[in-house]
Nanobody, 127 residues
């Protein structure tokens, strides 16, 4: 069982930046593909970004490509999501997710494929 705890959400103005963190409680963090997903009010949860077990492969949704960066620190059991140039449409609850796997991050963008989920952190982009 892996517990995931997100932090770093909050209120930010359009064009601003936030960095989300997700701490994982597992001794084998480097065995897991990590991902960020989000759910806006009244919408379904959607893929944002994934990162492979080593950090060597990353995949992004088209809507965040060039603005968001996912990274991980296996020594700290933590995955990050740096969000720049934020837009009102980025407003959502952001969820950290994990699953075991050693393939490219490209293969792990399906919500139904993730094994563990955090409780989420709210990001609000508004002036």
């Amino acid at each position: 069982q892996v517990q995931l705890v997100e932090s770093g959400g909050g209120l930010v103005q359009p064009g601003g930046s936030l960095r989300l963190s997700c701490a994982a409680s597992t001794r084998t963090f480097s065995s897991y593909v990590m991902g960020w997903f989000r759910q806006a009010p009244g919408k379904e949860r959607e893929f944002v970004a994934t990162i492979s077990w080593s950090g060597g492969s990353t995949t992004y949704a088209d809507s965040v490509k060039g603005r968001f960066t996912i990274s991980r620190d296996n020594a700290k059991n933590t995955v990050y999501l740096q969000m720049n140039s934020l837009k009102p449409e980025d407003t959502a609850v952001y969820y950290c997710a994990a699953r075991t796997g050693y393939r490219s991050s490209y293969y792990y963008t399906d919500i139904n494929g993730m094994e563990y989920w955090g409780k989420g952190t709210l990001v609000t982009v508004s002036s």
